[in-house]
């Protein structure tokens, strides 16, 4: 059994910053790739940002040169620092993994954090 477990979400002022994590944690597994989804009202959950296990990323272009997306394999936990400009908010933010086991990849989601701008 695999867990994704995500924290950082909360409030963030307008300008301001906030970096969330995801970390994987339970059965044995190798990384492959992580990634960030957003999830605004009313809209459907999108990809913000995508990282391999060897630092390779892929932005959406709606978060490029906003969001950057980290890895560390070590604690097998990818990060989300959002900078600058007001973020996509409000909007529930979802880690997903894909971990190799054995001959196969399984895809796993977090339960999603919420991230909301202050006024």
């Known amino acids: 059994q695999v867990h994704l477990v995500e924290s950082g979400g909360g409030w963030v002022q307008p300008g301001g910053s906030r970096r969330l994590a995801c970390a994987a944690s339970?059965?044995?597994?190798?990384?492959?790739?992580m990634g960030w989804y957003q999830e605004a009202p009313g809209k459907r959950r999108e990809v913000a940002a995508r990282i391999t296990r060897a630092g390779i990323t892929n932005d959406a272009d709606s978060v490029e040169g906003r969001f950057t997306i980290s890895i560390d394999n070590a604690k097998n936990t990818v990060y989300l620092q959002m900078n600058g400009r007001k973020p996509d908010v409000p909007a529930v933010y979802s880690c997903?993994?894909?971990?190799?086991?054995?001959?196969?990849?399984?895809?796993?989601w977090g339960q999603g954090t919420q991230v909301t701008v202050s006024s």
């Open positions: 997903n993994a894909a971990l190799l086991m054995g001959r196969f990849t399984f895809r796993y």
């Open positions: 339970g059965s044995r597994f190798s990384i492959k790739a």
